[in-house]
């Protein structure tokens, strides 16, 4: 979120340039200002050329649109105070635009950009217009500035660094950063802004919906409702959260809460673990309930063939040895996926994750990520002891990591030494093809646990609607309350529900239709797009980020108990919403 800093370091600075007469720092190097002018569908960019630039020098100034394509290209001359300035043409209302600034002699050399939304798109709960598009402090690195993307060839900017990476530079300025992360721009989602506004080629998430995370760009005219990243609320404003607590539900929400620009084991790079439960020791009290730690200390490891009958902590480690029909290419009710992708033979001896079924009253197998580390000073690692000796992993006793289990090949001792475990439960989402690979188990490209792995990282802020039954005492670590169904596959919270935001123009009916169904030839307002968004438009939006108008979803799924009128069986379907269709 932007907000007005000026620190005594800076301050101090300024105060000394002003005694030297020297310049004083500008936020970009040439002052560079794209605004909407003010009371008009217009931008309005200033800027001033460097002291080594001669009044009257001319400088090109390229307009685009949020598809890249050039508006309009106009020469500004410098007025005797270096200063220029230019006005765009009326533009329209809700869409996003692009400004470059390079000299005329240079045409194709960017030294000055920003981009800006009109203000009448701004929808209040997102508000972009307070977005920093600014470019920043001078710095060697030139962070920033034209090309954000600082990372070398063939490396990744988002994770997977290597001792030779550059690409820290992409977001952070280490003497001139304008926030306490030394950030290139005054906050969290000014600064993801600067990339993932559909502006430098990374993946938009204002403009174009995605099927699976929805958009952040909704308007109030479809009854929009978005997820508030820009750091307006704390996360402890999330529904079914810790709404009194301090630490990480004291923190601003922002697109760092839900992702990890420095790498993850989750696609998307979702966040293992975002409010810190892997802090948290485990109990179970008899009374209340689980109070949804992560974190499991020096336990004790459990035999296959004798499971807990009783709830002795939400997960636990399990010993068994691995037989042919978990592994072979055979399909049987004993299939191990985990243990498929990862290799493990038949006569292996596994140690893996189960958890309490607070529907079945039992232990199930669970996939869930094991972290290494709780991050703290020192750190609280997740480690396998025989005899208070850690195990680490060789190349004959392997740990997945992603998927919560180890394994000693054929012949090695290692797994059936381990008396004891300390392990940190994370949440990792495996990257699918389409929204119905989280819970649809008739798709070709279903991904076996990964909507249960979803709904937790959910279930991270808003942890009491994690319910893997409909029975008010077993549900909720805050409040107690009958709840939907939601640590299922089946029943996983994107089903229902989109992560960044939607509104009219993304949203379905019970039958799956949607705006471009709805007024396509033969549709329901066949070429009437006005009529089909007053149709899709939800009528109590809230927060709910919902991919389905109003309680659509209810009736595409809740249809076991309808009436036999002819108006309702008129608009039934045997095929649920959302589903994959062969």
Known sequence: MSKTKLGFS????????????????AKSAMGFSL????????????????????????????????????????????????????????????????????????????????????????????????????????????????????????QKMHGSYQNNTNSCASCHQTHTGEDHYLLFRD???????????GTMGA???????????????????????????????????????????????AEEFTCASCHNPHGSDSARLLKTDPAGWIKTENTIDPATGTNGGMKFSNKGIYELAALPTTNVGDYILVRQTVVATQVDDTVSADDNVFFKRAGVTADS??????????????????????????????????????????????????????DGFAYSKPLDTTAASVDKATFLIGAAVDKVTNNYDYFDSAAPTYVKDSGVQMSKFC???????????Y???????????????????????????YAHGTDAAIMKDSLDRGLAELTATGGLYEGNQTAA??????PNPSSALKRYTGMAVCFGCHDGSIASDDTTWSNYSSLQPGVYKP
């Open 35 to 154: 605004t909407q002018t003010t009371g008009a569908n217009t931008a309005t960019v200033t800027f001033k050329g460097l002291t080594t630039d001669a009044a009257g020098t001319v400088f090109t100034v390229t307009l685009k649109d949020a598809a890249n394509a050039v508006v309009e290209t106009v020469d500004v001359t410098t007025l005797a105070d270096k200063t220029g300035s230019y006005t765009s043409p009326v533009l329209t209302v809700g869409a996003r635009y692009s400004v470059e600034l390079a000299y005329q002699t240079a045409p194709t050399v960017i030294v000055a950009s920003g981009d800006v939304l009109l203000a009448d798109y701004s929808n209040g709960i997102i508000d972009t217009s307070g977005v920093d598009h600014s470019t920043t402090l001078v710095n060697a690195n030139e962070t920033g500035f034209e090309g954000l993307s600082k990372k070398r060839s063939g």
């Open 471 to 497: 029975a008010n005492a077993d549900t909720g670590v805050f409040t107690s309350a009958h709840r939907h169904q939601t640590d299922t596959d089946r029943l996983t919270c994107v089903r229902c529900h």
């Open 203 to 249: 993946n938009g998430v204002f403009d174009a919906a995605s099927a699976k995370s929805g958009t952040f760009g909704g308007s109030h005219a479809g009854n929009m409702s978005v997820h508030l990243a820009d750091g307006t609320v704390d996360v402890k404003a999330a529904p079914g959260g810790n709404h009194t607590e301090t630490g990480k539900w």
């Open 10 to 25: 800076l301050l101090l600075a300024l105060i000394l340039v002003s005694m030297l007469s020297t310049a004083a720092f």
């Open 533 to 538: 968004l007053d149709y899709l438009k939800d």
């Open 187 to 197: 906050g969290t989602y000014s600064t993801c802004a600067a990339c993932h506004d």
């Open 459 to 469: 279930a991270s802020c808003h942890t009491d609607y994690l319910s893997a039954t």
């Open 349 to 402: 001896v596994a140690i893996s994750t189960y958890k309490w079924d607070y529907k079945a009253k039992k232990y199930i197998a669970d996939s869930s990520l094991w972290m290494r580390s709780d991050g703290g000073r020192p750190a609280v690692m997740t480690e396998l002891k025989a005899a208070d000796v850690v195990k680490p992993a060789t190349a004959e006793f392997v740990i997945v990591w992603k």
